[in-house]
């Protein structure tokens, strides 16, 4: 059992605060993402909980106990660096038994540990190699077998995979992804990569500006992003947001987007809510994700006319920029569905898909069909 927990945790370099009060429990055999920008602490945090950064507030907790006051060579975790970080005069068996001999491990036991973990990562026929004959992604799957081989209490990976190629990247998270599965280990993972966060997290934990946006599972943060920052730096392309006018017109709710000369219909069911929002809120804006726009090439009852401004196809499907007014939308559509730029054709939000924000502090207001 290796639960990792963090309370109230601080720290600065110089007047600058990096982290702020984050608060976050990992249970045992979990596999967190720490996803955010550059420079918003989440290294710093993997760090902190690695040893190899002091706090100045708060307390790490590893099973129970805290370990703030203990050196990195005693939290017994393991940390993978993006950069791999091998001895280029030893092979990749010395790379892997290198923890184990520096405990005074004996030979036969060390040997018995290092053929297991490279037939695990399955570089059981790179074993006699020096590094500079591997590839990139064998030389991290080395990197990551050293600090398997001492069966840590966690592991914890600072963007292992991000100096790869995009196909060994993709094969790469396949790889930590299965290795979490038949070691279960407690795994903490640092990246900027919103698609590597996505498919390899049980939860994904956000951070801004040293600020703990949200924490959640893929689903979650996708589907129910509790903030515009949120909104907007999880999914590919990121979610629309506008600033909307919500009026009820003869019984009919529309959203009209800022400029935009024609507003979206919404059901009746969220007027009451909608109107509250407003009053209480004021501005309100309006988030969509682009499979939430729908698109159609003929005119439709609820659809407004649109341009096709910007076609992308991605092979499976295109990326659709829609100009209304001085607002672009981007919508998803089926491959060759919209045959050319500068087509006139007709969109509507699907409401089940439409989440409303607070303009002036960013936060979701809940609001959903």
Not at 177 to 202: F, N, P, W
Not at 237 to 255: I, R
Not at 256 to 265: D, I, P, V, Y
């Amino acid at each position: 059992m290796t639960q990792i927990e963090l309370r109230g945790i601080e720290k600065y370099f110089g007047a600058v605060q990096v982290i702020k009060d984050l608060n976050l429990s990992i249970a045992d055999g979990e596999f967190i993402v720490l996803l955010g920008q550059s420079g918003c602490g989440k290294t710093t945090t993997l760090r902190a909980i690695a040893g190899l950064e002091s706090i100045d507030v708060g307390d790490i907790l590893i099973d129970g106990q805290p370990v703030q006051h203990l050196k990195a060579s005693d939290r017994d975790i393991a940390f993978v660096f993006q950069s791999f970080s091998l001895y280029p005069h030893m092979s990749v068996y010395e790379n892997i038994a290198f923890p184990l001999r520096a405990t005074g491990r004996d030979r036969a036991s060390m040997d018995e540990e290092v053929r297991a973990v490279a037939k695990t990562l399955q570089i059981s026929h790179l074993l006699s190699r020096k590094p500079s004959a591997l590839s990139g992604g064998d030389m991290q799957r080395v990197a990551i077998g050293r600090a398997l081989v001492r069966r840590p209490k966690a592991m914890l990976m600072d963007e292992p995979i991000g100096a790869l190629d995009a196909k060994l990247r993709e094969e790469m998270r396949a790889e930590i992804k299965r290795l979490h599965i038949k070691q279960g280990s407690t795994t903490i993972y640092v990246t900027h990569d919103q698609v590597e966060a996505m498919s390899l997290a049980d939860r994904i934990v956000i951070m801004h500006e040293g600020v703990l946006q949200q924490i959640g599972s893929p689903s979650e943060v996708y589907g129910h992003p509790s903030n515009l920052f949120v909104a907007q730096f999880v999914g590919s392309p990121v979610m629309n947001v506008a600033e909307t006018t919500v009026s009820d017109e003869g019984g009919q709710l529309s959203a009209k987007l800022r400029g935009a000369s024609q507003g979206f219909e919404l059901p009746s069911a969220l007027s009451g809510t909608l109107s509250a929002a407003k009053a209480e809120n004021g501005n309100l804006t309006l988030g969509v994700r682009p499979e939430g726009v729908l698109v159609a090439r003929e005119a439709r009852e609820g659809f407004i006319p649109v341009e096709a401004h910007i076609i992308e196809p991605l092979g499976s499907h295109d990326i659709v920029d829609l100009k209304l007014g001085d607002q672009m939308l981007r919508a998803r559509t089926k491959s060759g569905f919209v045959p050319q730029a500068g087509t006139t054709v007709w969109a509507r939000i699907d409401p089940a898909q439409a989440h409303f924000f607070n303009t002036a502090t960013g936060m979701s207001l809940g609001i959903r069909l």
